[in-house]
């Protein structure tokens, strides 16, 4: 059974409390109850500025000569009903910028919490979800927090407080008759508007929906938008974007005239409402009831109603706008990762990095095992590598490894520590990754190295990109090392992105090196070199290695070949062609791909001459 929209509503304010009465911020709670004294004497001094008005166009109606003025009666009226109403002004504008820092600090760290809380989330929420829209959903709803913590404190409740003042004082002076009218017509007023609204409501959720889609769709698009050359399909992307943009613009102008017809309803009932009193008021003047100051009194009373009302109506709207746009945030908030820490997790222990998989069973879904009983142990500061066919699950054991997922069965060990019981972070502190698909961030050079260990020294982020061949590319770049890569490195060709994720691998100086086809996007020449630096900086460490080439991987300690997620041989290179089997062809098919290349190369070269 879902929750209804009340009950979202409220445990979104009680949620936003905490921020307004920070915990451990002595400073932004005196600053609230500043803002509160602020606020209570604004109310009052509001209220009696009508009253001053009345009073100094009686005095001024009883002149008998313009002397009477400078004797400082009426002048002394005038005087406080200016005073009165700057001083309102100046404690509200008081009111709002001292509250103005604890609005901003719960936008902080709410924010901080939404972002925490995302990157504790399993790789399969991420898998699953659009970048896109999460972004939306982040943006609007943090944007949503101050105006609700600034109205709800200081709008909503001070509002209804001064129309019920309001209300006492028509009734004390006046009569019943002029509190029955504005009690109906506020009554009135608030019913149009929370109809209205709610209906408005649903609206706005399909303008969000769409504008969502708008936005996923472009980042999508404009992230991979060599695939889109590739296919040529400029025109069926932004065919795909106007179909989102046309079921924006329909809800957007549906949210538009039904603004327009709130505002319509809404200004119909206050000015009945004011007119009924003001026509009350002139017979009470006729009667003897009432004196001109007292009309003036009932107008200004009636007017100062409007403009709250008036910014009620506005403050409701938004309020439950903001609460739509905070419902998805909250929802993000409710997300429970599948991967957690045990709850007496601890540590990782440094002891060599031995890597051991047993029984280890595993399937993205339960109807479809990847993996099928893996055994196998990669000694402390020995090579180990992987091989096998396309989609034998090889990238799967690194996700294991990294515990990006858990398996169905079996269990993994670090130096005879079961991962499931040590804490994430110290886990994958331990093991430095170069994967297939290198992703940069839109930086400079400098900040993509120095990533693996943000606080690595200059000497040590410049070591760790000679060491993987960068050192002559950078020098040849005008900016060097603040050179920018562009969106996801797209800047810098596939050899470069994957020297850099491997200059930011080493730098890490971990247990373990896992490299998942580390050199597949390098040239003969450089993928040499590269591999006598690992063999120099993996000496003594636990290395992991998933390769396609197998000419990289003929000096590791021991090769597991990998067939239908099970391991169908194990031994050295030698030791593997002797048994000719899955392995011995794929190393004949390699050396006869690699012949039939260098000559094709020949004979092109051949033909130049």
């Not at 407080?161 to 008759?177: D, N, R």
């Not at 943009?245 to 004011?274: D, H, I, P």
């Not at 096998?388 to 079996?410: A, H, M, Q, V």
Request: glycine share 6%; charged share 20%; with cysteine.
């Amino acid at each position: 059974m879902k929750p209804t929209q009340h009950s979202n509503s409220a445990r979104t304010l009680i949620t936003l409390l905490p921020y307004l009465w920070p915990r451990d911020r002595k400073d932004l709670r005196l600053r609230v109850l500043i803002a509160v004294i602020c606020l209570v004497a604004a109310k009052a001094t509001n209220v009696f500025v009508p009253l001053l008005l009345g009073d100094a166009v009686d005095q001024l109606d009883n002149l008998a000569d313009t002397r009477g003025l400078w004797l400082g009666i009426p002048l002394a009226v005038i005087l406080a009903y200016g005073l009165f109403r700057l001083t309102t002004l100046v404690l509200n504008q008081v009111r709002d910028a001292l509250f103005a820092r604890v609005a901003q600090n719960a936008v902080r760290m709410l924010a901080r919490q939404i972002f925490d809380h995302l990157h504790s989330l399993s790789i399969q929420f991420h898998l699953s979800r659009k970048t896109g829209a999460l972004n939306r959903f982040i943006d609007r709803g943090t944007n949503s927090v101050q105006f609700l913590l600034s109205f709800v404190a200081f709008n909503i409740a001070p509002t209804l407080i001064e129309v019920l003042l309001v209300a006492v004082i028509l009734w004390v002076l006046f009569g019943f008759a002029y509190t029955a009218i504005t009690i109906i017509t506020i009554a009135a007023y608030i019913w149009l508007t929370f109809a209205i609204t709610t209906w408005r409501n649903r609206i706005r959720r399909q303008m969000n929906e769409a504008e969502n889609t708008i936005g996923t769709r472009t980042v999508d698009s404009l992230l991979n938008f060599e695939t889109v050359r590739y296919f040529n399909n400029e025109r069926h992307e932004i065919a795909r974007l106007d179909n989102a943009l046309a079921q924006y613009e329909t809800a957007a102008v549906k949210t538009r005239e039904s603004l327009s017809l709130l505002n319509v309803a809404q200004a119909a009932v206050v000015t009945v409402g004011v007119t009924g009193m003001l026509i009350l008021a002139a017979f009470d003047i006729r009667d003897g009831n009432m004196t001109v100051g007292d009309f003036v009194v009932v107008n200004t009373y009636l007017m100062q109603l409007a403009i709250p009302l008036n910014m009620l109506g506005t403050v409701y709207r938004e309020i439950r706008q903001a609460l739509v746009d905070m419902e998805n945030l909250f929802s993000l908030i409710d997300e429970k990762s599948d991967i957690t820490d045990a709850p007496n997790a601890f540590p990782l222990p440094r002891r060599g990095g031995e890597i051991k998989f047993s029984n280890v069973v595993f399937g993205y879904e339960a109807e479809r095992v990847i993996l099928k009983n893996i055994n196998f142990v990669v000694a402390r500061g020995t090579t180990t590598a992987i091989v096998g066919p396309t989609g034998s699950g090889k990238s799967t054991i690194c996700r294991l490894l990294l515990r990006f997922y858990d398996p169905l069965s079996g269990s993994i060990f670090i130096d005879n520590e079961n991962i499931g019981l040590v804490t994430q972070h110290s886990l994958r502190e331990a093991i430095a990754v170069v994967p297939q698909d290198t992703v940069l961030f839109n930086d400079t050079l400098h900040y993509n190295i120095a990533y693996g260990n943000p606080k690595a020294a200059e000497n040590q982020i410049q070591a760790a990109a000679q060491s993987a061949q960068l050192d002559q590319f950078i020098e040849k770049l005008p900016k060097g090392f603040e050179t920018r890569v562009g969106e996801r490195g797209l800047k810098l060709s596939g050899g470069e992105k994957q020297r850099v994720a491997i200059a930011r691998a080493l730098l890490r100086n971990p247990e373990i090196f896992f490299f998942d086809e580390a050199t597949s996007s390098l040239d003969s020449a450089t993928e040499k070199e590269i591999q006598n630096n690992f063999s120099k900086i993996s000496r003594g460490k636990t290395t992991l290695v998933i390769a396609h080439r197998l000419s990289t991987i003929v000096d590791s300690d021991e090769i597991l070949v990998l067939d239908d997620g099970k391991i169908t041989e194990r031994g050295t290179h030698i030791k593997l062609l002797a048994q000719r089997g899955l392995y011995s062809r794929l190393w004949a098919q390699q050396e006869k791909e690699e012949k039939e290349s260098i000559a094709t190369l020949d004979e092109g070269m051949l033909d130049e001459k």
